[in-house]
């Protein structure tokens, strides 16, 4: 067993671990036993002496992740048997069909780890080296805890792990009960089919986050002209198109977005509307089209990961947003969208405001929304609230 480096708090920092937030920032600490490493097994000290959680030291502004309030052996695997069995309870409180977020980071007193399942697979992406050392023992804990359903864990955090340590990594089979894996999935999700290829598809291979924001999006495209920007695999489209949409064009950047969106359709097929993939800029496609849609869907990728590059991503939402509602036929709906964490939902609904005045049009909101119920936010880290949503209606 690895003996965990001892980080010891200054006076007075110990209140947010004492109210169950789970990261302890470099500022905070008084003094580290020895010299720990990105990755190391921290316990976390209050000035009295007092234990007050383990976690995964990192140098960095964020210097532990904790994973436990109070002690807790991370090197066993009953620990993450224990911690996923309340994970999947939590989904248990809610049918999620095929496809879920089994755990999603801090909501799930996990940081730095998401597990997505999709039919028979897990799919691991680790956020930090800690958690990726223990990639073994979460695959040895899901097969526990996921038992007869589980035949493949996959670990994909090649692409979300600190760029130094990722260099000597690939995304790989942690466990397999056959010797010949599989590649792709076909999960349902609110009666629409899609193929989930973890192995070369973007995240985990999957947007789960969507789901009741899709669901909710086949209320207003029935017999509906629909334009679903930054598509990926055509999730909001699919669901459009089985509403009863006349027609919907699917826009992303990537050919390849474009070709999974279209197989996606075909999956589903036959519809009453007709489809349509443009491999495009969004912005591009917006400013050059001649159709106002009677409704509309703006869901980008992150514009910014950290507090320096926030300003230029609200600019971006702007500018976004503007030529969306220029396109938005009048009386129309658009679901707009953000998942940059660090443009909170106040931010995010006084940009897109913004927007509306510098377009001159009436706009109302309908709905505001955020992630599905499998990507759960504790109440001690609302930064874990990341997707933000509105549905408006542009007159």
């Not at 789970?22 to 097994?41: K, L, N, Q, Y």
């Not at 436990?68 to 409180?93: C, Y």
């Not at 090649?158 to 010797?179: D, F, T």
């Not at 985990?204 to 930054?230: H, I, M, W, Y």
Request: glycine letters at 8%; one cysteine or more; aromatic letters at 8%.
């Amino acid at each position: 067993m690895t003996t965990p480096i001892k980080v010891t708090l200054r006076p007075g920092k110990e209140i947010p671990i004492l109210r169950f937030h789970p990261w302890v920032f470099s500022g905070a600490i008084a003094h580290t036993d020895g010299r720990p490493e990105d990755g190391d097994i921290a316990e976390v000290f209050d000035k009295r002496g007092n234990l007050l959680g383990v976690g995964h030291f990192h140098i960095g502004s964020i210097a532990v992740r904790l994973l436990s309030f109070g002690p807790a052996n991370l090197e066993s695997t009953t620990f993450w048997i224990e911690k996923l069995q309340n994970a999947l309870n939590v989904r248990k409180l809610k049918d999620f069909s095929s496809a879920f977020r089994l755990v999603h980071g801090e909501g799930d007193g996990l940081s730095g780890l998401i597990v997505d399942v999709y039919e028979h697979t897990a799919v691991i992406q680790c956020h930090s080296i800690g958690m990726h050392r223990q990639r073994e023992l979460i695959a040895a804990a899901l097969q526990q805890v996921l038992s007869n359903k589980l035949t493949v864990v996959y670990d994909k955090s090649a692409e979300s792990l600190p760029p130094k340590y990722a260099e000597a990594q690939q995304n790989s089979y942690l466990w397999s009960a056959s010797a010949d894996p599989e590649l792709s999935a076909i999960i349902e999700e609110n009666g629409s089919k899609f193929r989930v290829d973890w192995v070369t598809g973007q995240k985990t291979g999957f947007f789960l986050d969507q789901r009741d924001n899709r669901l909710l999006l086949s209320e207003f495209a029935v017999g509906k002209t629909v334009l679903n920007a930054f598509c990926y695999t055509g999730g909001f489209s699919c669901l459009a198109l089985k509403a009863g949409a006349s027609l919907v064009h699917s826009v992303d950047v990537s050919p390849k977005a474009i070709a999974l969106c279209n197989e996606n359709v075909a999956l589903n097929a036959p519809f009453r509307g007709e489809h349509e993939g443009f491999a495009d800029d969004v912005l591009k496609f917006l400013k050059s089209t001649e159709r106002d849609y009677e409704v509309m869907i703006i869901d980008p990728p992150a514009y910014a990961k950290s507090i320096e590059k926030r300003h230029n991503a609200v600019q971006g939402y702007k500018r976004l947003n503007a030529e969306a509602m220029r396109r938005v036929a009048p009386g129309g709906v658009l679901f707009t969208f953000s998942c940059s964490q660090v443009v909170d939902r106040e931010l995010f609904y006084h940009t897109v405001a913004a927007a509306a005045m510098e377009v001159g049009r009436p706009v109302r909101v309908l709905h505001h929304l955020s992630q599905s119920a499998d990507h759960p936010v504790s109440m001690f880290h609302p930064e874990g609230a990341y997707l933000k949503g509105l549905v408006l209606c542009v007159g």
